[in-house]
Nanobody, 125 residues
Framework: QVQLVESGGGLVQAGGSLRLSCAAS????????MGWFRQAPGKEREFVAA????????YYADSVKGRFTISRDNAKNTVYLQMNSLKPEDTAVYYC??????????????????WGQGTQVTVSS
């Protein structure tokens, strides 16, 4: 059974930074790509970033490219999302997810089979 637990969310002013963490249980963490998604009220869940099992390459949504950085530590079974230059439009619940490994695309929600409970990020203007 895979469990993912996010942490690090909170309230921050525009221009500030937050670092999200996602701790995974199980011994197969290093075998799979991991992703971060977010969902704002009234909107669909959207892709934010993904990282392959080895730690590279990485993929980003255009809206966060240059501001967010995804990384992972396979020894700690943890994936991170460093968020800089935050904007009010980044406000959402952020979820980490484990890729199923059934496709070569990391962008669709449907490509992920395990999800955390989410952590709230609120950026004030």
């Amino acid at each position: 059974q895979v469990q993912l637990v996010e942490s690090g969310g909170g309230l921050v002013q525009a221009g500030g930074s937050l670092r999200l963490s996602c701790a995974a249980s199980g011994r197969t963490f290093s075998n799979y790509a991991m992703g971060w998604f977010r969902q704002a009220p009234g909107k669909e869940r959207e892709f934010v970033a993904a990282i392959t099992w080895s730690g590279g390459p990485t993929y980003y949504a255009d809206s966060v490219k240059g501001r967010f950085t995804i990384s992972r530590d396979n020894a700690k079974n943890t994936v991170y999302l460093q968020m800089n230059s935050l904007k009010p439009e980044d406000t959402a619940v952020y979820y980490c997810a484990r890729h199923l490994g059934l496709s070569s695309s990391f962008y669709p929600v449907s490509g992920y089979g395990y999800w955390g409970q989410g952590t709230q990020v609120t950026v004030s203007s």
